[in-house]
């Protein structure tokens, strides 16, 4: 899996994100949608495509958590959402 974080990759292939000592990857399950996974399969949440567009031009990411449709977090850097849903999974324990 590559470890780019533009759009481009995200379509194309999964990728893999190092991030507080572990490695995650973000794979494509359909149009516009992401899941995030830990090397040992928990599942950290799931990445969407809000909208191709936003206010600066920008494509708009959300990050909702396991079992939750409604995101958490929103945004153009869907790194750092990714990174966000990472958090929520290592911190809750």
Do not use: F
């Amino acid at each position: 899996m590559s470890t780019e974080e533009s759009t481009g990759e995200l379509r194309h292939e999964g990728i893999s994100i190092e991030h507080r000592g572990g490695v995650y990857d973000v794979t494509s399950t359909g149009d516009g949608q992401w899941v995030i996974r830990s090397a040992d399969g928990q599942t950290a949440g799931t990445l969407l495509l809000l909208a191709a567009e936003g206010e600066e031009r920008d494509p708009v990411y959300g990050g909702c958590l396991p079992g939750e449709t409604d995101p958490l977090h929103e945004g153009s850097d869907w790194g750092m959402i990714v990174r966000a849903l990472i958090n929520e999974l290592l911190d809750k324990d």
